[in-house]
């Protein structure tokens, strides 16, 4: 865990909010513990979002800033609204039609909901790896230098052949320097050229995490990235986000509690209705959830 984005663990040790299902005592709750503070830089500022697919309200007033080089977990049952709030941070959404969004959403203090910005650049900028695996049907060699060739980080071109730019072995270096990163060099340096979809899941999935690297982003969505693998390409996963917490800001869907617990720095708890109902460091949220819906959830007395 970074301990750069811990809040002070001394700042809300007074004045707890007494827990109770009660509605009033609910927003209060989310009034005083959705507002969390943290010593490093915010590298998302989300701001009053609310989504609506046709009149279906899917995410109400939620704000929260995501700090940077840490990693957040967004918690809550099936049909809170996860998904569309990951959705927005790089603005997937508007690939919807019956989406609409509003509110603010700020990367680097920039609104990126703002008119004529480039959804290419931004997309670079903030990747995203998805539940199931999904691998170009191409070779490994080329889904990891897909998205740098498609931005033309690598130019195949003629010209720069003629300039003398060896193309090719730049290639080499940030295949092999992605797919150590997403810790699948050792598995596939030898096989390089094959089929992506022959590896196994877990291996795909780590792929597709080396092709999100591998255009150079600042940010790394996932939405349930290990749900479909086996506990040990589970565990790989895991590792992985926790190294990759280091450089990248990394804000990751779970339906795993455990896992939530054991990779966050800090969790977003969602509950129906599309409400943030709770956010703080991870180890303060599960040993002491402020609302007794959080907690109830947390321990799986519903869900
Ligand atoms: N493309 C869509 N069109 C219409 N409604 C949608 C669409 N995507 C999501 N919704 C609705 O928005 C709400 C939130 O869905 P979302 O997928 O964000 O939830 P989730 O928390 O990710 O759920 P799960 O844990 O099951 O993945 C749900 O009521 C869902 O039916
Ligand atoms: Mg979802």
Redesign the pocket.
């Known amino acids: 865990m970074s301990e750069t984005t811990k809040p002070s663990e001394t700042d809300r040790s007074t004045d707890q909010p007494a827990r109770t299902t009660n509605g009033e005592t609910d927003e209060r709750i989310r009034a005083e513990w959705c507002d969390y503070e943290f010593d490093g830089r915010a590298k998302l500022a989300v701001e009053d979002l609310d989504?609506y697919?046709?009149d279906?309200h899917?995410?109400d007033g939620v704000s929260m800033e995501i700090p940077e080089n840490s990693v957040t977990a967004l918690v809550?049952?099936?049909?809170?609204?996860?998904?569309?709030?990951?959705?927005c941070l790089n603005r997937m959404n508007d690939r919807?039609k019956?989406?609409s969004v509003e509110g603010s959403v700020r990367l680097d203090g920039e609104e990126i909901y703002r008119d004529r910005v480039d959804l290419v650049e931004l997309r670079k900028r903030v990747g995203m790896v998805f539940?199931s695996p999904n691998p170009f049907p191409k070779s490994i060699r080329e889904n990891v230098a897909y998205g740098p060739r498609k931005h033309g980080d690598i130019d195949t071109g003629l010209l720069s052949n003629l300039l003398g730019r060896s193309d090719e072995s730049e290639e080499e270096a940030l295949v092999e320097r992605s797919l150590r990163q997403a810790a699948l060099w050792e598995e596939v340096n030898d096989r390089l050229d094959d089929n992506a979809l022959g590896l196994s899941g877990g291996q795909q999935q780590r792929l597709c995490i080396a092709r999100a690297l591998a255009t150079d982003p600042e940010v790394i969505l996932m939405?349930?990235p290990a749900s479909a693998l086996d506990p040990i390409a589970t565990a790989k996963i895991e590792d992985l986000i926790h190294d990759l917490s280091t450089e990248y800001t990394v804000v990751i869907?779970t339906?795993n509690m455990q896992q939530a617990a054991r990779i966050s720095d800090q969790t977003a708890v969602?509950l129906t209705g599309?409400k943030l109902v709770e956010y703080g460091d991870t180890d303060r949220l599960f040993e002491e959830p402020q609302s007794q819906r959080v907690e109830d959830y947390i321990t799986g007395k519903f869900g």
């Open positions: 989504v697919y046709g279906d899917a995410l809550g049952p099936s049909g809170c609204g996860k998904s569309t709030f990951l959705r919807i019956a989406a539940q939405d349930e869907v339906h969602f599309g």
